[in-house]
Protein backbone atom coordinates (compact mmCIF):
# COMPACT_ATOMS: atom_id res chain seq x y z
CA UNK A 1 0.00 0.00 0.00
CA UNK A 2 1.21 3.56 -0.42
CA UNK A 3 1.16 6.63 1.11
CA UNK A 4 -1.66 8.98 1.31
CA UNK A 5 -0.31 12.00 -0.22
CA UNK A 6 -2.36 14.63 1.37
CA UNK A 7 -0.61 13.58 4.62
CA UNK A 8 2.62 13.78 3.84
CA UNK A 9 4.83 16.53 4.72
CA UNK A 10 5.75 18.74 2.08
CA UNK A 11 9.21 18.89 1.05
CA UNK A 12 9.72 14.81 1.92
CA UNK A 13 10.08 12.32 -0.77
CA UNK A 14 8.92 8.80 -1.44
CA UNK A 15 7.90 6.21 -4.30
CA UNK A 16 4.40 5.35 -5.56
CA UNK A 17 2.83 3.46 -7.81
CA UNK A 18 0.33 5.56 -10.41
CA UNK A 19 -2.01 5.81 -13.18
CA UNK A 20 -1.15 8.61 -15.37
CA UNK A 21 -4.63 9.80 -16.74
CA UNK A 22 -3.41 12.98 -18.87
CA UNK A 23 -1.42 16.20 -19.30
CA UNK A 24 -3.10 19.91 -18.25
CA UNK A 25 -1.21 22.75 -18.68
CA UNK A 26 2.30 21.23 -18.23
CA UNK A 27 0.94 19.32 -15.43
CA UNK A 28 0.44 15.09 -15.17
CA UNK A 29 -2.83 14.20 -13.56
CA UNK A 30 -2.39 11.22 -11.53
CA UNK A 31 -4.20 8.78 -9.73
CA UNK A 32 -2.39 6.40 -7.07
CA UNK A 33 -4.16 2.88 -7.14
CA UNK A 34 -3.08 1.51 -3.54
CA UNK A 35 -4.64 3.77 -1.72
CA UNK A 36 -7.03 5.23 -4.57
CA UNK A 37 -6.25 9.26 -4.49
CA UNK A 38 -5.62 11.64 -7.35
CA UNK A 39 -2.58 13.98 -7.25
CA UNK A 40 -1.31 15.99 -9.75
CA UNK A 41 2.88 16.05 -10.62
CA UNK A 42 4.23 19.92 -11.57
CA UNK A 43 7.98 19.63 -13.71
CA UNK A 44 7.47 16.39 -15.16
CA UNK A 45 8.72 15.43 -18.72
CA UNK A 46 5.99 14.39 -21.58
CA UNK A 47 4.67 10.79 -20.05
CA UNK A 48 2.29 8.71 -22.27
CA UNK A 49 -0.60 7.43 -20.43
CA UNK A 50 -0.27 4.28 -18.36
CA UNK A 51 1.13 2.74 -15.26
CA UNK A 52 4.04 4.15 -13.52
CA UNK A 53 6.13 3.90 -10.54
CA UNK A 54 7.42 6.99 -9.64
CA UNK A 55 10.91 6.97 -7.44
CA UNK A 56 12.01 9.86 -5.37
CA UNK A 57 8.91 11.95 -6.13
CA UNK A 58 9.00 15.05 -4.06
CA UNK A 59 5.68 16.32 -2.24
CA UNK A 60 4.94 20.17 -3.17
CA UNK A 61 4.78 22.81 -0.09
CA UNK A 62 1.89 24.54 -2.24
CA UNK A 63 -1.28 22.13 -2.47
CA UNK A 64 -1.73 18.92 -0.66
CA UNK A 65 -2.48 17.14 -3.94
CA UNK A 66 0.31 18.36 -5.59
CA UNK A 67 3.88 16.98 -6.39
CA UNK A 68 6.73 18.03 -7.78
CA UNK A 69 9.20 15.69 -10.44
CA UNK A 70 12.41 16.94 -9.01
CA UNK A 71 15.96 16.63 -10.31
CA UNK A 72 16.29 13.05 -9.11
CA UNK A 73 12.55 11.83 -9.59
CA UNK A 74 12.38 8.78 -11.67
CA UNK A 75 9.41 7.90 -13.63
CA UNK A 76 9.64 3.79 -15.01
CA UNK A 77 6.74 2.61 -16.79
CA UNK A 78 4.94 -0.78 -15.95
CA UNK A 79 5.27 -3.19 -19.40
CA UNK A 80 2.03 -4.98 -20.12
CA UNK A 81 1.43 -8.36 -18.92
CA UNK A 82 2.02 -9.70 -22.18
CA UNK A 83 1.58 -13.72 -23.04
CA UNK A 84 1.09 -15.50 -19.83
CA UNK A 85 3.33 -18.59 -20.87
CA UNK A 86 6.45 -15.65 -20.69
CA UNK A 87 6.90 -15.88 -16.74
CA UNK A 88 10.23 -13.61 -15.51
CA UNK A 89 11.17 -14.53 -11.96
CA UNK A 90 13.19 -11.80 -9.73
CA UNK A 91 15.19 -14.12 -7.19
CA UNK A 92 15.27 -11.93 -3.84
CA UNK A 93 17.42 -12.95 -0.61
CA UNK A 94 18.70 -15.66 -3.65
CA UNK A 95 21.16 -17.38 -0.95
CA UNK A 96 22.41 -20.26 -3.51
CA UNK A 97 19.56 -20.15 -5.47
CA UNK A 98 17.35 -23.05 -3.98
CA UNK A 99 13.98 -21.48 -5.63
CA UNK A 100 15.89 -20.81 -9.12
CA UNK A 101 16.63 -24.73 -9.74
CA UNK A 102 13.03 -25.47 -8.67
CA UNK A 103 11.75 -22.87 -11.36
CA UNK A 104 14.11 -24.16 -13.49
CA UNK A 105 12.48 -28.20 -13.88
CA UNK A 106 9.73 -25.92 -15.18
CA UNK A 107 11.29 -23.78 -17.98
CA UNK A 108 11.10 -20.55 -16.18
CA UNK A 109 13.88 -17.95 -16.41
CA UNK A 110 15.66 -16.35 -13.83
CA UNK A 111 16.24 -12.82 -14.90
CA UNK A 112 18.41 -11.30 -11.57
CA UNK A 113 19.13 -12.12 -8.28
CA UNK A 114 19.75 -10.19 -5.41
CA UNK A 115 21.70 -11.50 -2.58
CA UNK A 116 23.60 -9.16 -0.08
CA UNK A 117 25.92 -12.11 0.98
CA UNK A 118 29.24 -11.82 -1.30
CA UNK A 119 30.06 -15.96 -0.84
CA UNK A 120 26.50 -16.46 -2.05
CA UNK A 121 26.94 -14.03 -4.65
CA UNK A 122 30.11 -15.89 -6.22
CA UNK A 123 27.85 -19.39 -6.12
CA UNK A 124 25.24 -17.80 -7.89
CA UNK A 125 27.33 -16.21 -10.79
CA UNK A 126 29.04 -19.83 -11.13
CA UNK A 127 25.53 -22.04 -11.35
CA UNK A 128 23.50 -19.17 -13.01
CA UNK A 129 23.34 -16.97 -16.09
CA UNK A 130 20.79 -14.30 -14.48
CA UNK A 131 21.81 -10.79 -13.38
CA UNK A 132 23.95 -11.02 -9.92
CA UNK A 133 23.23 -7.86 -7.74
CA UNK A 134 24.88 -7.73 -4.41
CA UNK A 135 23.31 -5.74 -2.23
CA UNK A 136 20.35 -4.79 0.71
CA UNK A 137 16.52 -4.79 -0.55
CA UNK A 138 15.76 -1.31 1.11
CA UNK A 139 18.18 0.04 -1.56
CA UNK A 140 16.12 2.02 -3.63
CA UNK A 141 18.94 2.10 -6.85
CA UNK A 142 18.11 -2.52 -6.89
CA UNK A 143 14.75 -1.95 -6.56
CA UNK A 144 15.10 0.83 -10.06
CA UNK A 145 17.75 -1.40 -11.58
CA UNK A 146 14.92 -4.46 -11.52
CA UNK A 147 12.45 -2.29 -12.85
CA UNK A 148 14.84 -1.45 -15.65
CA UNK A 149 15.05 -5.29 -16.22
CA UNK A 150 11.55 -6.12 -16.23
CA UNK A 151 10.14 -7.13 -19.47
CA UNK A 152 6.32 -6.98 -20.94
CA UNK A 153 5.62 -10.91 -19.12
CA UNK A 154 4.67 -12.38 -16.08
CA UNK A 155 6.54 -11.33 -13.23
CA UNK A 156 7.14 -13.99 -10.11
CA UNK A 157 9.23 -12.92 -7.03
CA UNK A 158 10.90 -15.12 -5.27
CA UNK A 159 12.37 -14.69 -1.54
CA UNK A 160 14.14 -16.86 0.98
CA UNK A 161 12.96 -14.72 4.19
CA UNK A 162 14.44 -16.12 7.89
CA UNK A 163 11.02 -17.43 9.36
CA UNK A 164 12.11 -17.50 12.75
CA UNK A 165 10.19 -14.58 13.63
CA UNK A 166 7.14 -16.31 12.51
CA UNK A 167 7.34 -20.05 13.40
CA UNK A 168 6.20 -21.86 16.56
CA UNK A 169 9.64 -23.30 16.21
CA UNK A 170 11.30 -20.35 16.35
CA UNK A 171 11.28 -17.29 18.37
CA UNK A 172 8.11 -16.13 17.45
CA UNK A 173 8.84 -12.39 18.18
CA UNK A 174 7.11 -11.00 14.56
CA UNK A 175 8.71 -7.99 13.38
CA UNK A 176 10.29 -7.55 16.95
CA UNK A 177 12.57 -10.13 15.78
CA UNK A 178 15.43 -8.33 13.56
CA UNK A 179 15.12 -11.09 11.29
CA UNK A 180 11.76 -10.66 9.89
CA UNK A 181 12.20 -7.34 8.39
CA UNK A 182 13.39 -9.47 4.93
CA UNK A 183 9.53 -10.04 4.24
CA UNK A 184 8.87 -6.41 4.29
CA UNK A 185 12.10 -5.41 1.95
CA UNK A 186 10.79 -8.83 -0.46
CA UNK A 187 6.90 -7.25 -0.50
CA UNK A 188 8.49 -3.39 -1.34
CA UNK A 189 9.25 -5.34 -4.74
CA UNK A 190 5.67 -6.29 -6.19
CA UNK A 191 5.93 -2.42 -7.77
CA UNK A 192 8.31 -3.65 -9.89
Known amino acids: MDIHIRATAPGSRFNIVASIEGHQHGVLCCRGLSPDQQFLVKNAP???EGIYTFYDLEKSAEVSQTCVFAGITEALKHH???????IQI?????GMGGFTI???VLGLETK?????????CLALKANFDGDIIQGDLEND???????RLKQSC???ITGGFSCQGYSRQGDMLGLDDHRSHTLQGIL???SV
Open 154 to 156: HLQ
Open 102 to 104: GSQ
Open 112 to 120: AFVERNHLA
Open 46 to 48: TLE
Open 90 to 94: IDLCS
Open 188 to 190: RYW
Open 141 to 147: EILKRLH
Open 80 to 86: SKGDVSK
